[in-house]
């Protein structure tokens, strides 16, 4: 079965950036409209970001104007740059086409925003 592997994770400062990468294996993600969702300690998880397979984009309130999510379909990736990173971006981010799939999501990388 496919996965998801992801990297760019951390611990950051307010104000900082970070860009996380999420590499699928055996999931032709080139197909797929595909999201980054983050969840954070008991909350539940929700869309951040997504991009189409023709590169439309759309952003949550929040991530607009600092996040951007990108794809390298070649490489069977799909980026998120964040900047301007508020304590409240603080989760374990993942992703994961947006139709419901039901690819497994796997450990996701945590962000942690922090003085």
């Known amino acids: 079965q496919g996965q998801f592997v992801y990297s760019g994770g951390g611990l950051v400062r307010p104000g900082g950036s970070l860009r996380l990468s999420c590499a699928a294996s055996?999931?032709?993600?080139?197909?797929?409209?595909m999201g980054w969702y983050r969840q954070a300690p008991g909350r539940k998880r929700d869309l951040v970001a997504s991009?189409?397979?023709?590169?439309?984009?759309y952003y949550q309130d929040f991530a607009k104007g600092r996040f951007t999510i990108s794809r390298d379909d070649a490489k069977n990736t799909v980026n998120l740059q964040m900047n301007d990173l508020k304590p409240e971006d603080s989760a374990t981010y993942y992703c994961?086409?947006?139709?419901?799939?039901?690819?497994?999501w796997g450990q996701g990388t945590r962000v942690t925003v922090a003085s």
């Open positions: 991009i189409t397979s023709g590169r439309t984009t």
């Open positions: 994961n086409p947006t139709s419901g799939s039901g690819f497994p």
């Open positions: 055996g999931i032709a993600s080139s197909l797929y409209t």
